[in-house]
């Protein structure tokens, strides 16, 4: 059962990188919007956002498996001060994933 949620997991993640183009990579898409500060979204309005990006339908459960297949941190807020953005961005360089200097928070 769960070899099967790991592949479904993998097609979807795929399909939504594949849409996304030179929007993605979906490792960013999601990251970028879960620093702290005014590009702080919801797992739902990440979900909506990618949904209106790509005309496809996502939900924030397949947002957040995603996040934690990707190695993002589950447990930002708007309100995180610089130093548990420090150490957001700690954990996505260690997930290797690199946020655009003009995504960050300033």
């Known amino acids: 059962m769960q070899d099967e949620t790991d ?3 993998t097609r979807e993640m795929r399909m939504a990188s594949r ?3 030179e929007r993605g990579p979906l ?3 999601i990251a970028s919007r879960r620093l702290s500060g005014e590009s702080w979204r919801s797992w739902e309005t990440i979900a909506q956002e990618l949904s209106t990006v790509t005309g496809e339908s996502f939900t924030h459960s397949a947002i957040v498996r995603w996040a934690t297949r990707l190695s993002i941190p589950l447990d930002t ?3 995180d001060g610089p130093a548990l953005l420090d150490h957001y ?4 360089e260690s997930a290797g994933i690199k946020v655009p200097a003009d995504a960050l928070p300033k």
């Open 77 to 79: 807020r708007p309100t």
């Open 7 to 9: 592949e479904r997991t």
């Open 27 to 29: 490792d960013v898409f």
């Open 89 to 92: 961005l700690n954990a996505l």
């Open 19 to 21: 849409i996304l183009g």
